[in-house]
T-cell receptor, first 110, second 114 residues
Framework: GENVEQHPSTLSVQEGDSAVIKCTYS??????FPWYKQELGKGPQLIID?????GEKKDQRIAVTLNKTAKHFSLHITETQPEDSAVYFC?????????FGKGTSLLVTP | DAGVIQSPRHEVTEMGQEVTLRCKPI?????LFWYRQTMMRGLELLIY????????DSGMPEDRFSAKMPNASFSTLKIQPSEPRDSAVYFC????????????FGQGTRLTVV
């Protein structure tokens, strides 16, 4: 599939701070944008998703924003906790499959 | 539901040997995917099945790789012969429907070819 660019590749924050991860996509046909969290030794797990008819979505400490004109979307985690430490992947879905970004390794230090 | 079940969790094999990875999707899901994860290339889609039929295998690296889905509850990914560059974590994922729905991933199979 076409590329999904994800930045940064690593992110270190102190507990309680916010973390922001940004992604850009190129396929205009994409209309579904999920975010997955992968903990060590496990498979990716969906944490939040957004569809192209919505600009922002929140779920407790997690929020995602989408700008279809600019073709970018972002994940915001507020009040970070050590258990948020993991690798986070964004993806787009122009059709049936998911095209993943390269991932962001988030470390939350106490 | 037990989720997507993959076996084995770890596989170490010698170059040239045949390797078979197995996947049981979530009951009721009619879409199944095989992904490969490496540090260099991230998560790559290898093949997609819908209703047990391979729809897109353009991500399969070469003829050494083959995948089957004989029924709605079982799929295999086979590498024959295996090479050291095939070392990676292989994930199976399933979902209900075709578009805009959550894909559920298994725990993965870590393959090491020596």
């Amino acid at each position: 599939g076409e590329n999904v660019e994800q930045h940064p590749s690593t992110l270190s924050v102190q507990e309680g701070d916010s973390a922001v991860i940004k992604c850009t996509y190129s396929d205009s046909a994409s209309n579904y944008f999920p975010w997955y969290k992968q903990e060590l030794g496990k498979g990716p797990q969906l944490i939040i998703d957004i569809r192209s008819n919505v600009g922002e979505k929140k779920d407790q400490r997690i929020a995602v924003t989408l700008n279809k004109t600019a073709k970018h979307f972002s994940l915001h985690i507020t009040e970070t906790q050590p258990e948020d430490s993991a690798v986070y992947f964004c993806a787009d879905s122009p059709g049936y499959a998911l095209n993943f970004g390269k991932g962001t390794s988030l470390l939350v230090t106490p | 539901d037990a989720g997507v079940i993959q076996s084995p969790r770890h596989e170490v094999t010698e170059m040239g040997q045949e390797v078979t990875l197995r996947c049981k999707p979530i009951s009721g899901h009619n879409s199944l995917f095989w992904y490969r994860q490496t540090m260099m290339r991230g998560l790559e889609l290898l093949i997609y099945f819908n209703n047990n039929v391979p729809i897109d295998d353009s991500g399969m690296p070469e003829d050494r790789f083959s995948a089957k889905m004989p029924n709605a509850s079982f799929s295999t990914l086979k590498i024959q012969p295996s090479e050291p560059r095939d070392s990676a974590v292989y994930f199976c994922a399933s979902k209900r429907g075709q578009e805009n729905t959550e894909a559920f991933f298994g725990q993965g199979t870590r393959l090491t070819v020596v």
